[in-house]
């Protein structure tokens, strides 16, 4: 998913691997081990994730993308986790009278060593979630997010990095909590590993009693034109209200652009209430403005439009049951040429433990 | 040079890591730590349920309860994806182990 292009300075990658050795240094130096937990609570491996199949229609042509994503998370001792995502998805759309085709692809998301140094810091190590806004790291799985679409902005802030994070969340007062991750990514050339040499740091409050949050994103590209991003983030869950307001802006040298979703779940509408409290009504509206000549469409799973569009979204979902969710949405792209796109289909997050795990 | 400032980078990450890893005399775990009576247990899920709303429901729909050793790995996951204080994942913890 990474869209930035990458030339030089393989050397740089030297040192920075030493940053990643001493980072790493603690998980064979530290005890892992030294259970203080009792044995029924004892973290076990777990095999989770999501999986989907979904039809999108976009401009009279349509396209059937399955995919499943499999996160392996491995704790270790009472300090530490192993956790990894991938991605296999296909891509089949038809030409008129043709059967489908396409090609099936995969991605490594992450694949990272967490070690939960107290409660402040948490260090991280591996291959990472880029942390830029709040949609690549905690909205994108496709059993959350409330659209299937992502949104116009997302190969702005999507994307893994390879490298070292720290990162935590405390609270400052009795009424709100400050959550922090600041990384350095290595150049990385390998096809399935690529990654860009950056800095980067995203933070955020959440007030509590109101449930809001705001944050904040950037990011310095170490390499070639050293270019900056940056971008802020919005969440608020009214608490009387089921529904869930957020709001990201970004800026790259590429664009910029925002989006501002509300996602309303019908539980508070008394009749037909066993059905109305699984459904979801989502709205969202977003912009992008082209920015210089280059574009950052490199061939990867999501690009950014090529000149200023507008797309409002719409959506229905519905909860089967726990994790078992049916959607569908439509959207109208409004760009240097307009067209209608449909999405329907279903996604389900399994989790199933790879020990035992007792009776409940 | 790159090299010593890369180390140089990496001795206080190593530092902070090992000093910070250090088990302290009074941690332990959820439910041991925080409930002392019936009347705190009763407190800490009702807060555990208010921290679980307002943590997790940010991002996604209250997923059924796991088996206690399930939920403490998925905590743990969602302790660093989400970035809860640890505070808030050990009350979760506990309303979804109880």
Redesign the interface.
């Known amino acids: 998913m990474q869209y930035f292009s990458q030339s030089e300075v393989r050397r740089?990658a030297?040192?920075?691997?030493?940053?990643l050795?001493?980072?790493l240094?603690?998980l064979f130096?530290?005890p892992l081990a030294?259970p203080?937990?009792?044995d029924?609570?004892?973290?076990?491996?777990?095999l989770?994730g999501n999986a989907g199949y979904f039809t999108t229609v976009d401009n009279g042509t349509t396209e059937l993308v399955p995919e499943v994503i499999p996160v392996l998370?491995v704790?270790l001792g009472?300090?530490w986790?192993v956790?990894s995502r991938a991605e296999f998805y296909g891509e089949f759309d038809s030409a008129k009278g043709q059967p489908y085709a396409g090609k099936v692809d995969k991605d490594l998301d992450y694949l990272q060593a967490?070690?939960?140094?107290?409660?402040y810091?948490?260090?991280?190590a591996g291959r990472f979630l880029t942390p830029f806004g709040i949609y690549n790291?905690?909205?994108y799985p496709i059993?959350?997010r409330d659209l299937n679409q992502v949104p116009l902005i997302f190969p702005i802030e999507s994307g893994s990095s390879d490298g070292?994070m720290?990162?935590?969340?405390?609270?400052v007062s009795s009424w709100a909590?400050l959550?922090?991750?600041t990384y350095f990514s290595t150049l990385n050339t390998n096809a399935a590993l690529d990654s860009d040499r950056v800095v980067g740091t995203r933070t955020g409050i959440f007030f509590?009693r109101p449930?809001i949050?705001i944050g904040g994103s950037w990011r310095k590209e170490l390499m070639e034109e050293r270019d900056n991003a940056f971008g802020f983030h919005f969440?608020w869950?009214p608490p009387p209200i089921p529904l869930?307001l957020r709001a990201e802006y970004a800026r790259s040298e590429y664009g910029s652009g925002y989006w501002i979703e509300a996602a309303y779940r019908f539980s508070q509408v008394p009749a037909l209430n066993q059905i109305m409290r699984r459904t979801e009504f989502v709205g969202r509206m977003q912009q992008y403005f082209s920015g210089a000549e280059k574009l950052a469409d490199e061939g990867g799973k999501y690009s950014l439009p090529h000149g200023d569009t507008q797309q409002p979204d719409f959506g229905l979902n519905y909860?089967l049951k726990?994790?078992l969710k049916a959607s569908a949405s439509y959207a109208r792209w409004l760009g240097t040429h307009n067209w209608n796109t449909w999405t329907y289909g279903i996604a389900w997050?399994f989790?199933m433990?790879l020990?035992r795990?007792?009776?409940? | 040079m790159k090299k010593q400032f890369a180390i140089l980078a990496g001795i206080p990450i190593l530092v902070t890591a090992l000093w910070a890893g250090a088990p302290k005399k009074n941690e332990g775990s959820a439910s041991t730590t925080i409930v002392s009576s019936t009347h705190d247990s009763v407190e800490m899920r009702l807060e555990g349920e208010k921290r679980f709303r307002t943590n997790c429901g940010r991002c996604h729909a209250a997923p059924h309860k796991f088996p206690p050793r399930m939920m403490a790995t998925i905590v743990r996951h969602m302790r660093v994806r989400a970035t809860i204080t640890d505070e808030d994942m050990r009350l979760v913890l506990y309303y979804m182990t109880q």
Not at chain 1, 40 to 46: A, K, M, Q, T
Request: charged share 20%; proline share 11%; with cysteine.
């Open positions: 740089s030297y040192p920075a691997l030493w940053v050795v001493c980072a240094f603690p130096a530290v030294s203080q937990t009792p029924n609570e004892r973290p076990v491996p777990i989770t998370l704790p009472d300090k986790l956790e967490d070690y939960i140094a107290n409660r810091l948490t260090v991280t790291e905690r909205l059993w959350i070292v720290l990162r935590g969340g405390f609270p909590s959550n922090y991750a509590n449930r949050e969440a869950q869930n909860y726990d994790g997050r989790a433990p020990g795990v007792g009776g409940q």
